[in-house]
């Protein structure tokens, strides 16, 4: 921890990695298929459109350019068990011991807000979201609200002991105010934890190169999100984000997610194999939208560039990584 209260940004952020990886030359690459089963709630206010061939919500006024299909939600559900490889099986770091009422802000397939409700029996979880995409058998301490986050949040202010959100990023624009609002509706003591990929990549080896097609889908991206006012690359910007809008021991780490199964490290190798299925797949699900109605792309075009880039990623020679930021925070008061 660094004098001034924040923590250090030294290498040992890096919670999960030394500062090179090592690579496995032996690795053979994870081609397993790997679906998740999720039930879709059934709501008066399920209302889609379709475009691209991709399925996405019509909530109020909200815009959300990622899809909502079933390919979206296996992926979130892959996600979902990636971060339990990398926590270590954990589903939050807070140190926050028995929270008794939790909100999930963009719950998508609702499978967080589903495991911490299992986790804490005695606890209300609520998850939020813009699409009905939860399942409709959940536990009896799970609910689940159809709402925009990003409008006043209609629960009671100091009411939460822990507010979660994760991969959110795309989908606000105004980080600073959902900070505040989080802070306002936590009681004195309470925590709220973010989690972000950081819309960037890495390689120790060179392997990456500063002129291939991820490279370049990484900057449309990225400019599409400025466009739009809602910003993809959120992660570094966290932790300064939770210090303005008044919160204590705001900790920050970072967490390495190889792009395919090649450390030698067997816990990186591990969350690898499950990069491996989910980052082709996040490519179009990220980028279709952007490139088609903000970028104007056309969709031939737009699909093209992206299986590029897909096909990149699955590229074994390829020594790929991104980086998870995920950060907390505490409400000044009681603990």
């Known amino acids: 921890m660094a004098a001034n209260g924040r923590p250090s940004r030294s290498l040992e952020s890096f919670a999960n990695t030394p500062r090179e990886i090592p690579i496995d030359e032996e690795f053979s690459i994870y081609n397993e298929t790997l679906q998740s089963d999720t039930t879709s709630l059934t709501s008066s206010i399920l209302h889609y459109e379709y475009e691209n061939g991709r399925r996405y919500h019509r909530y109020g006024q909200a815009q959300y350019l990622m899809p909502n299909d079933e390919a979206e939600q296996d992926r979130l559900d892959l996600v979902h068990h990636m971060f339990l490889v990398m926590l270590h099986g954990e589903l939050f770091i ?30 209300k979880v609520i998850g939020n979201d813009l699409s009905p995409i939860q399942p409709s058998w959940v536990p009896p301490n799970v609910e689940f ?18 507010v979660h959100a994760r991969t959110i990023s795309g989908c606000v624009r105004n980080w600073g105010r959902l900070m505040e609002q989080a802070y306002d509706h936590l009681k004195p003591g309470g925590y709220l934890e973010c989690a972000e990929f950081a819309i960037d ?14 490279r370049e889908y990484i900057d449309n991206i990225n400019k599409a999100g400025e466009i739009t006012g809602r910003p993809m690359n959120v992660a570094p910007l966290l932790q300064t984000w939770m210090n303005n809008a008044g919160f204590e021991d705001v900790t920050e780490r970072v967490y390495v997610l190889p792009y395919g199964p090649w450390p030698k490290d067997p816990k990186l190798k591990e969350i690898g194999r499950w990069q491996y299925v989910q980052a082709p797949e ?20 737009a699909k093209l560039h992206q299986a590029l880039v897909k096909q990149q990623l699955r590229n074994k020679a390829l020594h790929i990584y991104g980086k998870m930021y995920v950060v907390y925070g505490r409400k000044p008061g009681v603990e």
């Open 94 to 123: 807070s140190p926050i011991k028995n929270p008794q009422t939790i909100l999930d802000l963009g719950t998508g397939t609702g499978i967080w807000a589903i495991d911490v409700a299992d986790h804490f029996p005695s606890a």
């Open 145 to 162: 609200v159809i709402d925009d986050f990003e409008n006043e949040w209609m629960h009671r202010r100091n009411f939460f002991d822990f």
């Open 201 to 214: 990549a890495y390689s120790d080896d060179g392997s990456f190169k500063q002129d291939s097609p991820y």
């Open 282 to 301: 996040g490519v179009e699900a990220y980028g279709l939208r952007l490139y088609t109605q903000v970028l104007g792309w056309p969709e031939s075009e």
